[in-house]
């Protein structure tokens, strides 16, 4: 027999069996799906190509042009990652004529770049050995 679990939707009399209950309840938790999307946040800001950026926009508003002379990237893939950024809401962008500038949208993007900055400086070499995010064993 199979395990059981008495889920609280349903009187105690009803035991159900764990195969069931997943197809009742989803498999994160409701009060878990905030997790989800700080955790896609996290995921943002998870390219070195994009925290450059960020620490670039930090300084001033800059064109695209700029970005990839200061960044070595290619104009595409920049573009992408520019994409990626407005996207999530960490930059804004303006259009005057035929240039793009980019600036930092909210400032708490700076608040949280400079606490990386000190985690960084404290613990670096930890994070830098770290295999788990590698996606090393």
Known sequence: MGATVCWPKYT???ILPVKMISQITP?????????GVTAKFFRG????TRIRVLQLLSERERTVGELVDLTGALQGRLSSHLACLRWCGFVAARREGRLVYYRIAD?????????????VAEHGKSVDLCRVIDGGD
């Open 12 to 14: 105690p009399k009803r």
């Open 27 to 35: 498999l994160v938790r409701p009060s878990a799906v905030g997790a």
């Open 107 to 119: 400032d708490r993007i700076l608040s949280l770049l400079a606490t990386a900055d000190e985690f």
């Open 45 to 48: 800001l998870g390219d070195p």
